[in-house]
């Protein structure tokens, strides 16, 4: 009798136990599976371009559809890496109402028209540094991602970095008191190793970049400069060819910047240099701030503990690669680190009159 009641209790909790696995299973079913990011390379001859292919492949929940180059062998080489299909023409993509974004990695000199295409496609963007070779048509590029409510980025990644961010917190706060200088620094030894010798030639030939190495890297510490200090109203620069590697490609340069607010700013930029010890310094009457070999030194009479002696370690946290904050925005998800189109458009500006200004010999006015 036990047996038989205990026997009759099991099969009854057993058959409870399927109905509710029944049912979770089918509530599982049920629910919304999310939709995949769909998403194209367009264009894939800038040096970073394996970084973001590597980007797109291991992001949970997105898939590129299609990969496009004007160059075929390279359009096929970015294909094979994506295992993706190969579009004969970008309005392959432009047409495809599956594709929600588009990372451009293409030379410079073909952003505009691409950009614009995108736009008109409804595509929201991910283009690769810098926005365009004019400020003319980085302004056109920008006013079209806005008017169609796109969203973008490019890749300014030094905003990702907790020092940066702790210092534009910083600044805010008034922590350094009445700013009157800022410096930033980005230089590596590029020309000198021939990094540019092969396959990313075009870079070190500025009517295709647009630039040479004072803007190519350069205008990854223009950004932390205006993000820091806002817009800049006049430069002057001096701007050269060191090795003669790449013919009259400039290797390095230094920019004086004034900045709207009154601030004192210097770049400087280059492919010839054999270290960079401070990339970034800020002087106030109240602060001081350098970044010395990774280490961030902050001193400042309105934060208990700051005294500069000794690397600053109470930083926030880092954000995520700006590709992948592109792709969380695409997905509804917090991207507190994103270019706004008028924010890249803006850095174009100011390296157009650098450039200008090392012509003339004089302080040229940005746009």
Partial sequence: MNQEITRREFMKVAGYTAAA???QSALV???PRPVPLTLALVGGAHIH???YINEMKNRANAKVKY???????RAAKRANELKCRMAISPNEIWSDPEVTGVVICSETNQHHDLVLAAANAKKHMFVEKPLGITARDSADMAAAIEKANLIFTTGYFMRTNPQHIFLKDQVAQGNFGKITRIRGSNVHNGSL???????????ADPKIA???AFGDLGTHSLDILMWLLGDVDAVTADINVVTGRYGNCDESGEALLRFKNGVAGTLAAGWVDVDNPVTLLISGTEGHASIERGNLYFKSSKVPNANGSEPWKTLPPGLPAPIQQWMDAIEGKPAPG???????AARVSVMEAAYQSARSQSWARVA
């Fill in 338 to 344: 994103l270019v706004t189109p008028r924010e890249a």
């Fill in 29 to 31: 079913q049920a629910q």
């Fill in 210 to 212: 647009g630039v040479g």
């Fill in 49 to 51: 371009t394996p970084s």
């Fill in 193 to 203: 190793g021939g990094w540019f010798d092969g396959e990313y030639r075009w870079m």
């Fill in 67 to 73: 990969a496009w180059d004007r160059d075929p062998q």
């Fill in 21 to 23: 696995t029944l049912v």
